[in-house]
């Protein structure tokens, strides 16, 4: 016997019986008889074992369907918008969306603002790259907004802040696969995707009007390069009036939206592993969707039991992501740990932070920044930590003196949707606009109240949600360094008995 033959049965098989000894005691495997011999360490489930999944077939497309759900958050999110600009709209690529008005319950958008009007338009870089004219900033208005691809992530931010440094000037947006040369007079921007999207704010200059502001959003211009020469006649499309239903479905549809977009879009490294999964769910690039009964059962519920969990998720906010430790907001623009709204770190993806953050908004900007000129406050509880209940009147003491440089916002949504709360008034939200129109406190202050009916007396300080389970959000437009630093701390909602 050699030294390699000696230490095998001693050294190694010694160990491996002390350890298999061990795991009998825990009962996990059944000891060797001395007729049997021995048994490999693992290869099986422990002794007695049995299975918990009746129907693996439909487990494991359930399975998947539900973590794709999560995985697609931004994308479809962002599509939604598309899909019905084409569909409800009558809207084509390079249309652009200017509204007349600020929003009203018919744009169902998530977390959408009814302070300042909308502008918004979609293209499709298969096409060829297409031009942005933007108007600069100025007396007559600015605009303030994202170019984002079609996984919703920012390829551009506009404005005075933005790439176009309020200046304007001529954006051009080039597929993933363009190999042609940019001319000369253009800021370029490459789109790792073909479908891209923009949502701007027409802001009003200082003593201008709200028809002002749609005035200066019809200086945009969206066109083919092919096009520069002889740009077309642009066609703006204003739905003020119109229901435009831009909210993610959460049943079979959910998994034909994701279908369009996978169909379209170039498959990126770290998103081949769910590509795989999906396919079992009959989506595949470039073939048709194709489900058996099993997947369609699947994806349907799957999408529905992701809208559970997502809502679980806000109902259980981690403490340590208030904005104020001892009050009960959450910022609207919940970033990853690199201050961006991607998610993807060297080593990972979190994809349940990405789906949160995208199932209750939208067109964030690239980086946020410490002293961002927007900030958004979600009440996800009352003052004594309860959740907000359908059916109850809440009141909220706003100061005199709110840390905004601009102006401020309360709007209040549905907490299901994450979007405007239809009503007889129409009364989605109170600004400081408003104020000349509320009742004051004797400080300055005002109180604001929203539930299902008004206080009696206080129908111009009062926010309906006709029934709904609100979700408060306190917009601050140019907040002042006591509001990025956290020493001025917004009053939490308190129930009025």
Not at 90 to 109: C, H, V, W
Not at 390 to 403: E, H, L, N, Q, R
Request: aromatic share 12%.
């Amino acid at each position: 016997m050699n030294r390699r033959e000696f230490f095998v049965p001693t050294a190694a098989g010694a160990l491996a019986t002390t350890y298999a000894a061990s795991r009998f005691d825990l009962g996990l495997v059944a000891p060797a008889s001395a007729q049997d011999g021995q048994e490999p360490l693992g290869g099986q489930p422990p002794q007695g074992s049995t299975c918990s999944i009746k129907d693996f077939d439909y487990q494991i497309k359930h399975q998947r369907a539900f973590e794709a759900v999560l995985w697609n958050m931004p994308a479809i999110a962002i599509y939604s918008f598309r899909r019905a600009a084409f569909t409800d709209l009558g809207m084509k690529d390079n249309d652009i969306i200017t509204y007349s008005a600020t929003a009203t319950p018919k744009l169902e958008a998530i977390t959408a603002n009814s302070t300042t009007p909308y502008i918004s338009a979609f293209t499709d870089l298969r096409k060829g790259p297409v031009v942005l004219e933007l108007p600069v900033a100025g007396a007559d208005g600015s605009l303030y907004g994202q170019v984002v691809d079609a996984w919703q992530f920012t390829i551009a931010d506009v404005g005075p802040t933005g790439l176009d440094k309020g200046q304007g000037g001529k954006m051009l947006f080039t597929p993933p696969d363009f190999k042609g040369t940019v001319p000369d007079g253009y800021i370029h921007v490459a789109s790792p995707n073909y479908r891209i999207a923009f949502a701007f704010r027409s802001v009003p200059a200082p003593g201008k009007s709200t028809a002002d502001a749609y005035k200066y959003s019809q200086r945009l211009r969206m066109y083919y390069l092919s096009e520069a020469a002889n740009p077309p006649q642009q066609k703006f499309v204003d739905p003020a009036n119109m229901r435009y239903p831009t909210l993610p479905f959460y049943d079979e549809r959910h998994f034909e939206d994701m279908h369009a977009i996978m169909s379209v879009e170039p498959v990126r490294e770290h998103d081949k592993v769910m590509m795989g999964m999906i396919k079992s769910l009959g989506i595949e690039k470039g073939k048709p969707l194709t489900p058996d009964d099993t997947a369609k059962r699947a994806m349907r519920q799957a999408a529905i039991d992701a809208w559970f969990y997502l809502q679980s998720w806000y109902d259980n906010f981690p403490a340590n992501k208030l904005y104020w430790p001892d009050r009960h907001y959450a910022s609207l623009l919940q970033t990853d740990e690199n201050r961006t709204f991607t998610f993807t770190y060297d080593d990972r993806i979190d994809l349940i932070e990405r789906a949160a953050e995208y199932f209750w908004c939208t067109y964030m900007p690239k980086v946020l920044t410490d002293n961002p000129g927007t900030q958004y406050f979600m009440a996800v509880a009352d003052k004594n930590g309860k959740l907000l209940e359908a059916g109850k009147t809440y009141k909220i003491d706003v100061p005199k003196d709110m840390p905004v440089q601009q102006f401020w916002a309360l709007t209040v949504y549905d907490r299901a949707t994450c979007s405007f709360i239809y009503s007889n008034s129409n009364r989605t939200t109170l600004s400081s606009y408003d104020l000349d129109k509320m009742k004051k406190n004797a400080d300055g202050g005002v109180t604001i109240y929203t539930g299902p009916k008004a206080p009696d007396g206080l129908e111009s300080n009062w926010i309906p949600t006709a029934g709904k389970r609100p979700l408060p959000a306190m917009r601050c437009y140019g907040p002042t360094e006591a509001l990025n630093n956290k020493t001025f701390k917004l009053p939490d909602f308190e129930v009025v008995a």
